[in-house]
Structures are given as structure tokens and as C-alpha cells.
């Protein structure tokens, strides 16, 4: 697996325009999961990532939000991104509207990728420089090109 993998860009969306978090998260759901079973993937990972919404609010502030949740029936990480035009309210201690959702859903015996994953994705959220270039990226491979930058350190440190 590498950066390259995590994020495709048919899992790449910008410019979306959605009324709430719960209308975000699922399409954030079926972005993740797999076609193969006819949105049954998606409508599980969209209850996973429910579920995790109410254990704790996942915005980080700044109008960025990371929805993640670990899963029996995923083989391998996969991620997404949603930024919107207009923010939603996702909760945020800071009371910002989020524009920006990157998403993750992990196989549930790697929890330390897990961590790992949204210790980087946080990271480079907080700061500002790195904030401003992804939610100005004027395309999906841009948006792409930095998040693979950013998250590259993790998966070349891999066995």
C-alpha cells in the first residue's frame, strides 16, 4: 500500500455543495466503500462513521473534519475527500463551519496505522500554510499531489 493507493481520485470531490453533516457522511460513506455489493459497503461504513460521530465530534477545527472509522470487512485503508463550497456544521469546538472532510475507513486489526494515518492528515491540517493549499487547490490533483506529500513519510517507513 502507499499514499498513492489511499486516495484515488474518483474519491476526490470538490466543490460539493451539501445541507449537512449527515447528507456529507453519506457520500463520504459511499466514496469508501466498494460498488461490488450494491451500496451495502456503503450503507455499513456510513453506520460506522455514525457511530463514531457520537463517540466524538471528528472536526478538528478550522473547518476541517476527519470521519474515520476501523472495519472488519475492509482489507485495506482507503480514504476520501469532500470540500465543499459552503461550510456545515460539523460541531467543531471553534464553532467553524467544516468545508473540508477527508475521510478514512481502516481494517480493524491495524489500529496503529489508524493512528497513525490521522496523526499526519491532523498534523499538516493544523497548519496554516498546509490548511490554505489544500482548501485552495484549484483540482483534484492537486488536492491529490498534497496529500500524498504529506502522508508518503508514513507508507516509505512500511515493511
Known sequence: ??????????RIRIDEVYQSRKRV????????ADDELNGANATRIYELLIERERLGCTAIGHGIAIPHARDTQTLRPRGAVIRL???VDFGATDGVPTVLVIGLIIPDESPEHHLHLLSALASHLREAEDRESILQAQSLERVRALLIEWLNPLFSTED
Open 1 to 10: 500500500m502507499n499514499a498513492q493507493d489511499l486516495f484515488p481520485l474518483s
Open 25 to 32: 457522511l453519506e457520500v463520504l460513506a459511499g466514496l469508501l
Open 85 to 87: 463550497t459552503e461550510g
